[in-house]
């Protein structure tokens, strides 16, 4: 298999009377074919940000990963990115949770429910197949301000199986299988 990012990838997605109002996706990338670093995507009904220290990285990330997930997006449109070149505060503890900040959005997923280590070697991102090994981590709470403003909504958690919305992805590593 080909490595193609190695990292972390921390995201809540906010429900309001059952539909989905928001989303965010935290990037901590150790090293990937496209170079290191950290960016923060979100997206809500009128628009998707991407804030971090290198543009390229940032546009890369949400375009070809987070684009392509349903449990990130969970039904809201995709639009062209605003790219928008800002450093990023990020505090990750795996026992409580996470803290990011950036370009005015702040993002905490906290209070973890379970650990498990998942893989998935069929996972489809736009027609190319990747194989995806994680450390999962679905947690309680999450939130997302703008500008100071919380955005109103909850995480969605079940039980059988235990999902949430909110949810930290560590040791993520992403693969194109082997080729014929």
């Known amino acids: 298999m080909q ?3 190695i990292g972390a990838n921390p995201f809540l997605t906010l429900y309001r009377e059952g539909q989905p109002v928001a989303y965010a996706s935290v990037w901590r990338v150790d090293w990937s074919e496209r170079g290191s670093g950290r960016a923060l995507v979100y997206g809500d009904a009128e628009r998707v940000q991407v804030i971090g220290p290198d543009p390229d990285l940032g546009r890369w990330l949400a ?15 995709w639009r062209e990115p605003q790219v928008t070149s800002a450093s990023l505060d990020w505090s990750l503890d795996l026992r409580t949770g996470l803290r990011a900040a950036a370009g005015g959005i702040e993002v905490v997923v906290a209070d973890p429910l379970d650990r498990q280590l ?6 489809d991102l736009g027609g190319e197949p990747n194989v995806l090994s994680t450390v999962w981590i679905p947690c309680r709470t999450g939130s997302i301000s703008v500008d100071g403003r919380r955005v109103e909504g909850l995480p969605r958690i079940t039980q059988d199986p235990l999902y949430s919305s909110a949810a930290i992805a560590e040791a993520e590593v992403w693969c194109r299988p082997d080729g014929p």
């Not at 990963?65 to 449109?77: K, Q, S």
């Not at 998942?118 to 996972?123: E, G, I, L, S």
């Open 3 to 5: 490595v193609r990012l």
């Open 63 to 77: 375009t070809s990963f987070n684009r392509h997930f349903a449990d990130v997006t969970a039904g809201l449109p």
């Open 118 to 123: 998942t893989r998935n070697d069929t996972y």
